[in-house]
């Protein structure tokens, strides 16, 4: 199951209090207590695992180690060790505190999430000429405490958008080294799958149905995994009987969600070409040309056909 929005609590370490202590050296007089040491920081950092977030699925809460307490002989406390949080590249992090929103868009880029507190004074820190053996102290000061909600919103190259069961995923799984589930019903994809050809990588968004952008079917939970995709992929079952209101209804759920999307770049496919004879097919394309679209028909079991999304591919590929 992929993981793609949840809420987390996040504490950076406290830092450590300020001692108090003096000399132990024969003859040697005055404060040596050293300062406390700094609390750890909370980062995220970046990597291409889509997985990472199913880390926080059962552990809600993440903190950092605490500074270490001053000590004698002007030895200052440690500092606490930082803790990184790794999330998929294309993360969005919004922090329901203090309302800021921040997101992590390549490989190892880190993001400050809380700042650890800093260490307090000893009393050598107090000395001076009126007060040679202070007693004064300070206690460290609290690490930063944040609520986020971490939201996935995948970067790829390609997504490939349409209704359910129109052929997405076994054409993923013929183009790349993906293992997409495929059976003939409705939503059996229920989270996008990943695949790469050569640098580019292809994402397989679960069918939309009309009122995807209002809640109805997998409704906008993937929705927003189109809108970081360069390039969509529109794919329309030859078997359907109503090709023209197929693409409609992807598109008007597109802009309902975000008309920005209807920007991108498209090329449109009558996928499982195979499935209907010369005459239907010619039928279904001209109803597409009508819309001004120029379908590519193309069939997992023709190679030909395969070869002509892969010429699409490459050209996207050298434009990257």
Do not use: C, W
Not at 108 to 132: D, I, M, Q, V, Y
Not at 140 to 165: S, Y
Not at 281 to 296: D, N, R
């Amino acid at each position: 199951m992929l993981i793609d929005d949840v809420t987390i609590e996040v504490y950076a370490g406290n830092g450590g209090k300020g001692a108090v202590a003096f000399d132990k050296n024969l003859g040697a007089q005055g404060p040596t207590g050293a300062h406390g040491g700094n609390g750890g920081n909370v980062y995220a950092e970046g990597i291409s695992d889509l997985s990472a977030l199913n880390q926080f699925r059962n552990r809600k809460e993440f903190r950092a180690e605490h500074g270490g307490e001053g000590r004698s002989q002007f030895r200052d406390g440690t500092t606490g060790e930082d803790l990184v949080l790794k999330v998929p590249v294309g993360t969005v992090i919004h922090n329901l505190t203090n309302k800021t929103d921040a997101e992590i868009t390549h490989i190892g880029e880190r993001l400050l999430l809380a700042k650890g507190g800093h260490g307090g004074k000893g009393n050598f820190h107090f000395r001076s000429p009126r007060n040679t053996s202070p007693t004064e102290f300070q206690e460290g000061t609290r690490g930063e405490h944040f609520t986020f909600r971490l939201e996935l919103k995948m970067i790829a190259d390609v997504g490939f958008v349409g209704l359910p069961n129109v052929g997405k995923s076994s054409f993923l799984n013929e183009l790349t080294n993906a293992k997409a589930k495929v059976a003939n019903y409705q939503f059996t994809t229920l989270e996008p799958n990943l695949g790469t050809y050569y640098e580019l990588i292809l994402a397989d968004i679960p069918g939309l149905i009309e009122g995807a952008s209002h809640g109805k079917g997998l409704g906008i939970k993937f929705l927003r995994h189109i809108e970081r995709t360069r390039v969509l992929f529109h794919f329309i079952s030859a078997e359907s009987e109503t090709p023209a209101e197929d693409y409609t209804t992807i598109r008007a759920e597109l802009k309902n969600y975000r008309p920005a999307l209807l920007k991108k770049p498209e090329y449109v496919f009558l996928s499982k070409s195979d499935m209907a004879d010369e005459k239907e097919l010619k039928k279904k394309i001209t109803a597409l040309k009508k819309l001004k679209l120029s379908p590519t028909p193309i069939s997992i079991y023709d190679d030909a056909s395969l070869e002509k999304v892969k010429k699409i591919l490459n050209e996207i590929k050298k434009k990257k």
